[in-house]
C-alpha cells in the first residue's frame, strides 16, 4: 500500500524517516550529541517534482553540544548520519555551504537510486527517485501518475524497468510481462504488485541472532526491519525484514 505521511515533531515525513531520525538521536546521544530538527516547512515545495520534501524524505538537522563549532557539530553528524541510511545533500562537510545540514532518506528507493546510477544514467537518478517517493505517498503533481507510479512499484518489488518516467517503454512492458498476468489493466497490476509486496512482508520469517564479543566494548544501531537488544557478551539481532546495522567496537574492558 501507498505510506502516509505523518507529523513528526512539526514536520510532515514518512514513518521510516522519522524512525531513522530516532535511531540517529540515539545513535547521538551515546556521543553526547543533541538532535535539532530544522526543517522542511511542511508544503515548502508542494508541486516541485524535482524535491523530496513532499515526498516527506528531506530533512534539515544540525547536531549540537556545549559550545562546539558549527564545523565539528557537523563532522558528527555526518559521521553518525550516514550509516544509518542518511545521504547528505552536499558533496563534503563544509559548515559554511548553505545546504550542509540537509539529508534524504531514500529508504525503498535506495536500490532505484543506485540501480540508475550503475547503469550511467546519473541525470535521471534525481528526478525519478523524487517522482517514485511523491507518487508513493500521493504528492505528485505531474502527469502520467498512474504510469509512473507502476514503475516505481516494480522496482520495489525488484523489477528493474528503468528511470521512472510515465513512458510504458520496452523495459516496463518487460518487467510487467515477467509477472505473468497477460492482458491486465493498470489499477489491476498495481494491486497485484501491493499484493506481492504485503505477500512477502507476511511470509517472511522473523530472524533472531546473536553477537557476541565479550570484554568489549560495542554500540550497535539498527534501521528498518531490524531491531537490537544489548545482551551482556553482546546485541540480539531481531530482524522482521531488510535493515541496516552498524557497529562500533571500542576498547577491550
Not at 50 to 58: D, F, T
Not at 231 to 253: C, F, H, N, Y
Amino acid at each position: 500500500m501507498r505510506q502516509s505521511l505523518i507529523s513528526f515533531r512539526g514536520f510532515l515525513l514518512t514513518k521510516d524517516t522519522a524512525h531513522a531520525i530516532e535511531v540517529l538521536e540515539g545513535r547521538g546521544a551515546e556521543l553526547g550529541w543533541k538532535v535539532r530538527l530544522l526543517g522542511p516547512a511542511p508544503g515548502s515545495q508542494d508541486g516541485n517534482p524535482m524535491s523530496l520534501i513532499p515526498a516527506g524524505r528531506e530533512v534539515h538537522m544540525v547536531f549540537e553540544q556545549g559550545d562546539s563549532s558549527k564545523q565539528v557539530s557537523l563532522n558528527a553528524l555526518w559521521g553518525c548520519a550516514v550509516p544509518i541510511g542518511f545521504t547528505p545533500k552536499g558533496r563534503y562537510p563544509l559548515a559554511d555551504e548553505p545546504d550542509a545540514n540537509v539529508f534524504h532518506y531514500f529508504g525503498p528507493w535506495r536500490t532505484l537510486h543506485d540501480r540508475l546510477l550503475s547503469e550511467g544514467r546519473g541525470h535521471l537518478t534525481w528526478p525519478s527517485v523524487c517522482c517514485a517517493a511523491q507518487c508513493d505517498v500521493g504528492m505528485w503533481r505531474g502527469g502520467r501518475e498512474a504510469e509512473r507510479l507502476l514503475q516505481a512499484q516494480l522496482h520495489r518489488i525488484g523489477r528493474n524497468c528503468g528511470p521512472i518516467d510515465g513512458v510504458i517503454g520496452v523495459r516496463t512492458a518487460s518487467a510487467i510481462q515477467s509477472l505473468g498476468l497477460g492482458q491486465v489493466t493498470i489499477p489491476d497490476l498495481l494491486k497485484h504488485l501491493y499484493q506481492l509486496e504485503e505477500g512477502k512482508r507476511s511470509s517472511s520469517p522473523r530472524q533472531v541472532g546473536h553477537l557476541v564479543l565479550p570484554d568489549r566494548q560495542i554500540s550497535v544501531t539498527a534501521t528498518g526491519g531490524v531491531k537490537v537488544a544489548r545482551s551482556k557478551q553482546g546485541a540480539i539481532l531481531t530482524v522482521d525484514g531488510p535493515g541496516r546495522v552498524v557497529l562500533d567496537i571500542g576498547e577491550p574492558v
